[in-house]
């Protein structure tokens, strides 16, 4: 792409530039007064980095594993929805250039491009992510056709029983156009998603219709056994849940609130990974999304514990910049920029960041 950007913010004032406004309020906006959404940010300007001198630095590896999944950094892209609203090729794109950055790739349920194609397409580790529908005939079907396309793991939200009170889609009678749809459900599960009413989020009638509320803990048994694929439980903000997650055997947890777009007033993912790194007590991983940025973050939050962070706008951001090479741009500079803050801090692989090397100022009052 011309004119690369040099820094994250650069892909989205080039995103911004090129979306249109209710696109972009769809991606940008978060729940009720979207406090969570600058909480989220907000939290990792309070960390403080504590550098190591005097360390061989000549090499710092990025690389990780994350459930079998062998990654050139932890630096991955977090699942979000319709990809072709912010470029034609959708969810192809985010898996070609995800793959260039040796990256995890973890594909929405409403991906608008197929499995199979992201899966065709994909050269690095990708998984599913997974609302509970009331159908859970599709459910079964998703998960049979992920793993015959080759997915490492499936991810399934758990802080969706509705959808967040957005009101920048509300506002603008949000709905999806003409040639954009989620790609692997029927059209008539997804039909009302596609109606625009005035002050009304077509997204959020949708979810009412097509998600199940009722799920609990004990319905997990269900899904273990119709897929032999990890599972990972995304969503997961408190160490009570944590420690539910480990007892039925949860292969994995992502520390979320759904950038800022479910429950407002939330914690920030960052506040609440250390008590859910506690919690799950070196038995399985914890991921973390919400508010990363670069490097800089992601090293924060592999320092509290997090084995891997996943980016959401900014990928988002690289896509409607630049497709594939956009994409990849965006997780390269966060990774270059990992690698400088280990450099910088003393740290020459990932095992070596610890909480030793950060402190956490106290939030203002």
Not at 118 to 140: E, G, H, K, N
Not at 204 to 231: K, N, Y
């Given at each position: ?70 990654l050139r950094t932890p630096v991955g892209v977090a699942p979000t929805a319709y990809h072709r609203l912010a470029h034609p090729d959708g969810e192809v794109a985010t898996a070609q ?151 039925h055997g949860a292969d994995a947890v992502v520390v979320s609130n759904h950038g800022g777009r479910q429950l407002d007033r939330a914690p920030a993912t960052l506040d609440a990974l ?92």
């Amino acid at each position: 792409m011309r004119g690369v950007p040099g820094t994250v913010e650069g892909y989205r004032a080039l995103a911004r530039g090129r979306l249109g406004g209710e696109v972009w309020d769809f991606f940008e906006g978060g729940a009720e007064s979207e406090r969570t959404v600058g909480d989220n940010r907000r939290a990792f300007g309070r960390v403080t980095l504590r550098p190591r001198v005097l360390v061989d630095v000549s090499r710092c590896d990025t690389a990780v594993e994350v459930l079998g999944a062998r990654l050139r950094t932890p630096v991955g892209v977090a699942p979000t929805a319709y990809h072709r609203l912010a470029h034609p090729d959708g969810e192809v794109a985010t898996a070609q250039g995800a793959g260039a950055a040796g990256a995890l790739f973890v594909v929405s349920i409403y991906a608008s491009r197929t499995i199979e194609d992201v899966a065709a397409a994909a050269t690095s580790p990708w998984w599913l992510q997974l609302y509970w529908l009331r159908r859970r005939d599709i459910l079964a079907d998703l998960v049979a056709r992920a793993a015959a396309a080759g997915c490492g793991a499936v991810v399934l939200t758990v802080d969706a029983p509705r959808l967040g009170r957005r009101h920048r889609d509300a506002r603008n009678g949000f709905a999806l156009g003409p040639g954009i749809r989620a790609a692997n459900l029927d059209s008539a599960v997804t039909a009302s998603a596609h109606l625009p009413a005035a002050g009304r989020s077509a997204l959020a009638a949708h979810a009412v219709e097509a998600v199940d509320p009722s799920v609990t803990w004990s319905d997990l048994a269900w899904l273990r056994a119709r897929s032999d694929l990890p599972l990972v439980l995304k969503g997961v903000l408190t160490a009570q849940d944590a420690a539910l997650a480990v007892d039925h055997g949860a292969d994995a947890v992502v520390v979320s609130n759904h950038g800022g777009r479910q429950l407002d007033r939330a914690p920030a993912t960052l506040d609440a990974l250390a008590e859910v790194v506690a919690a799950v007590g070196g038995a399985i991983p914890v991921l973390l999304d919400g508010g990363v940025r670069g490097g800089t973050d992601a090293f924060a939050a592999l320092a509290l514990g997090a084995r891997a962070v996943l980016l959401g706008r900014p990928a988002l951001w690289g896509l409607a910049a630049g497709g594939a090479a956009g994409v990849a741009g965006v997780l390269d500079l966060a990774t270059e920029e990992l690698a400088h803050t280990m450099a910088l801090a003393g740290r020459p692989d990932l095992a070596s960041i610890d909480g030793s090397a950060v402190r956490l100022r106290a939030e203002a009052r």
